[in-house]
């Protein structure tokens, strides 16, 4: 057993210094003995473990600063829509403000010619209400659409990315 274990070693080195070993098998000749294996037949042509980890490291720094960007594009965009959709509230808010304040007075007078001053009050303030609740209702979906404010998209790259380098690292490792 120490004998072959020195034969299958001083090929190696021959093989390597490019020597006439170069086409022997692990029982010492290419003689095509059926038993005969080459002795590089095992051995894999990947590229070495630093470059496949420098390659791996730069492909990292590119697709980081991409997933950079998107975030901040992602970000920018749901800040416009719940923008949106304060902007609907307020209008909501004003609307309701001004409404009272330019028909309230018009509106009561003009029912209280039919109906009682009091429920001419009362019908004209529901009315107002229910304009208020449709602004409130339209400007509340607007904010929801923008919600949760994180970037979803790049968490799941993110996600993915993280499961892409482990099966490429136990590729590289095996």
Request: glycine share 12%; net charge positive; charged share 15%.
């Amino acid at each position: 057993m120490r004998e072959r274990y020195q034969r299958l070693e001083a090929q190696s080195r021959q093989r390597l210094n490019g020597g006439p070993a170069l086409n022997a098998g692990v029982n010492g000749g290419s003689n095509g003995d059926p038993g005969t294996v080459p002795l590089m037949a095992h051995v894999r042509s990947e590229p070495p473990l630093p470059e496949v980890l420098s390659e791996a490291a730069q492909a990292s720094k590119q697709l980081f600063t991409q997933e950079l960007q998107l975030a901040k594009t992602e970000m920018t965009t749901k800040a416009k829509q719940a923008g949106k959709g304060a902007g609907l509230l307020g209008a909501a808010g004003i609307t309701v403000l001004f409404a009272i304040a330019a028909f309230s007075a018009a509106a009561i007078l003009g029912l209280a010619l039919v109906l009682p001053a009091w429920l001419a009050a009362l019908i004209v303030g529901v009315v107002y209400a229910v304009i208020a609740g449709c602004f409130a209702i339209a400007g509340r979906a607007g904010v929801r659409s923008a919600t949760p404010l994180m970037p979803e998209q790049t968490v799941r790259t993110l996600g993915s990315l993280g499961g892409q380098l482990s099966r490429a690292w136990r590729r590289g490792q095996a």
